[in-house]
């Protein structure tokens, strides 16, 4: 595909159909960090409030191990990485960097520009883990952005060569210009308008080629405009299970199997009834901080 534009904000921008993009290999790895040194222990987003030092170590802990688990049942190989003291959100492994695998099977990370103080010394952490997995490292330019939190907001398209990238709250649109270019990869750059939803990874969580699901209220009106111009099947979550059980912050590592936190009834009817197989989770530990099944692990490529 010759691609027109490399950043698209409204679906009259389109120019492309999802056939028209490259194929990209689905990520056979997983990297996780222990929650060891996982806390809540200051508030950076909506739903920390009120969970400063609350957090059930060993429970957390529980879960975290189920998680792991089950990408190994499902073929995965995981990289466990420990923990560091002083980080505590580090566990949410989706943030500090956005791994991707070019045409030519060369591995590449971009690390991200936390928008948070608070987390900004992961990503050196992050990086110094893909420096022993012969990774290809490369730095956004902190004269042209400010911030950028990784897979937290930016998703690839199910097996092709394409990203959508959330901004407004922890990445800034400019980032996108700037990842385009370095991956060579058209953007779909969608706002995000809800401080509870304030990483793309809470609010969209890209299934299969053809399906996404959603929390359409995250999103402006041109959002949700190009979500539907490029997704056949657009699955939408209530806010009672998108706010409180974080049911989009699912994982669907293979386009068939949804990992998802419990208790989803109403998203996992419609997951079903659209073909996909649901594993359930308790991840209410790490929900006290604002993250769940997708933010708990990166996917990468071997
Ligand atoms: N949604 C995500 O991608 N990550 C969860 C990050 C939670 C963490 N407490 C934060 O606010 O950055």
Known sequence: MTKKQSIYTSADQLDFTISDLQAMPVPSEVLMVKPTYFDVEYVINPHMKGHVGRVDKMQAQNEWEHLADAYEEHGFRVHMLDGMRGMPDMVFCANQSLPFIDTDGTRKVIMSIM??????????AIEAWYRTQDYEILHLDPEKV???????DAIWHFRRRLLWGGYGFRSSIEAYEEVSRLLDTPVIALELVDDKFYHLDTCFCSLDEKTVLVYPDAFT?????????????????????????FAVNAACPDGKNVFIQQGCTDVNKKLRDAGFAVHEFSTYEFIKSGGSVFCMKMMLWR
């Open 115 to 124: 928008h948070a103080e608070q987390r900004k010394k992961e990503v050196d």
């Open 221 to 245: 009106n041109e959002g949700m405009k190009l979500i539907h111009a490029l997704y056949k099947n657009v699955i939408e979550a209530t806010s009672y299970e998108a706010e409180k059980l």
């Open 146 to 152: 400010s911030d950028f939190e990784g897979m937290g």
